[in-house]
């Protein structure tokens, strides 16, 4: 990052790709010392769902021919996302991601509207995605899916109205194996999930994954909370036998290595040795994984208490806000 703020010269150069295509600097928003150019919202409708959405350009000078553009889009009723492109001409990082067009982050449905932020890193507008943000009314899910290879990704789950609703643990990890607990953390709750696969592929699956995990969050919330645990009886079920599974594997080893030690083996002493030594091993090995397994007795599935969380009022059926 250069040390001098911007000049009234670098200025007028580095906005003038901007101003042919209409775009205003916001002298007023914009940062000169940190090298930061800010340019007036845009305003974007048309027929597609979210029916409008503010535009908002950020251009950061990070020194000679390093830049970063940062196109944050909020949707009116749903998220706020923000695509980014890093390059050497600014003009053409604004052409790179103006290739996306201005309604493809977002997916809209029933009672719910998910936008997803990315990486713009080609010119044909492909996008690697770094997050994704659900508004299920009052509540919001977010998935960092740019996770440290071979770990899981962060999720949490909030809600704008403090009244201290409640939501069960394995609220999405009824949804499949890939999906963690959501435990209380600090106003809201926060989860794990695993995303599999590489590239495009796994970023493909991932938004599937975010849109199944919205369109079950919207249809829950629309009912009473004690219809959760009889829509989802079973999977509940599966989730308890996950959960224990992590205590029964420790217990069988540790009774493994208790009846190690009263076999009378007169064979191979290495036999022997390796006998013995399995247990502790196949110990280290399994609080040795990524992340440690939680030893734990799972409580039984049943019903959620009534008046947990107040119920969704889904209006729309096709997830467009009222101001729309």
């Keep these: 990052m250069s040390s001098h703020p911007l000049t009234h010269h670098e200025i007028l150069a580095l906005i003038e790709p901007f101003s042919r295509l209409g775009y205003q600097a916001d002298l007023a928003s914009s940062q000169r010392l940190d090298r930061r150019l800010v340019f007036r919202p845009v305003e974007h409708a048309g027929d597609s769902r979210p029916c409008r959405i503010i535009e908002t350009l950020v251009l950061v000078s990070r ?137 495009a592929a796994r970023d493909t ?48 080893l540790i009774l493994i290595g208790a009846a190690c030690t009263r076999i009378d083996i007169t064979g191979d002493a290495t036999v022997r040795v390796l006998l013995m030594s399995s247990p502790p091993i196949l110990m280290i090995l399994f609080f040795s994984l990524r992340e440690v397994p939680r030893l734990e007795l799972p409580p039984l599935p049943r019903t959620t208490n009534a008046g947990a969380w107040p119920v969704l009022r889904v209006t729309d059926t096709q997830g467009q806000p009222d101001e729309c």
């Excluded at 919330?221 to 009886?233: C, D, V």
């Design 63 to 199: 020194g000679a021919n390093a830049f970063r553009l940062e196109r944050h889009l909020a949707a009116t009723g749903g998220p706020s996302i923000e695509l980014v492109a890093d390059g050497q001409e600014p003009g053409a990082l604004l052409d790179r991601v103006r290739s996306v067009a201005i309604a493809d982050p977002f997916q809209a449905g029933p009672g719910y509207c998910v936008g997803f932020s990315g990486r713009v890193e080609a010119p044909d507008g492909t996008v690697a995605l770094t997050e994704a943000v659900a508004h299920v009314g009052e509540w919001r899910m977010t998935l960092e899916a740019d996770p440290v290879r071979g770990m899981r990704a962060d999720v949490s789950l909030t809600r704008s109205v403090q009244d201290g609703a409640t939501v069960p643990e394995d609220l999405l990890a009824v949804l499949g194996r890939d999906w963690g607990l959501l435990r209380p953390s600090g106003t809201g709750w926060a989860g794990t999930a695993r995303l599999r696969g590489r590239g």
């Design 205 to 252: 699956r991932t938004r599937e994954r975010m849109l199944v995990a919205a369109r079950h969050l919207s249809a829950t919330f629309a009912g009473p909370a004690e219809h959760f645990h009889a829509a989802h009886r079973r999977a509940r079920w599966h989730v308890a036998m996950r959960r224990l599974f992590p205590l029964a594997a420790a217990a069988l």
